[in-house]
């Protein structure tokens, strides 16, 4: 299996306690260790945003998935 596909199936298992708060996460993209992550909901605005991606996902990832190393929030560049 892919890592991007480990990726995903770990982010099912979060997803329905995030949008148990009105929130969502959807898995963007893997490079080199880094998965990125995109926020939604009311997870994108949310002041613990940075707490979800460390305290939640990133821990989650981490454990369950060797090779990432880190999430971070995938934040589209509007330019």
Do not use: H, W
């Not at 929130?23 to 949310?46: E, H, M, P, R």
């Amino acid at each position: 299996m892919k890592i991007e596909d480990k990726i995903i199936e770990v982010l099912e298992k979060i997803r329905p306690f995030l949008i148990n708060d009105g929130g969502d996460a959807k898995f963007v993209k893997y490079d080199n260790g880094t998965a990125y992550i995109k926020l939604l909901g009311s997870c994108a605005n949310c002041l613990y945003s940075d707490m979800t991606i460390a305290d939640t996902i990133q821990s989650i990832l981490i454990s369950e998935i060797p090779e990432v190393i880190e999430v971070k929030e995938y934040i589209e560049d509007i330019n």
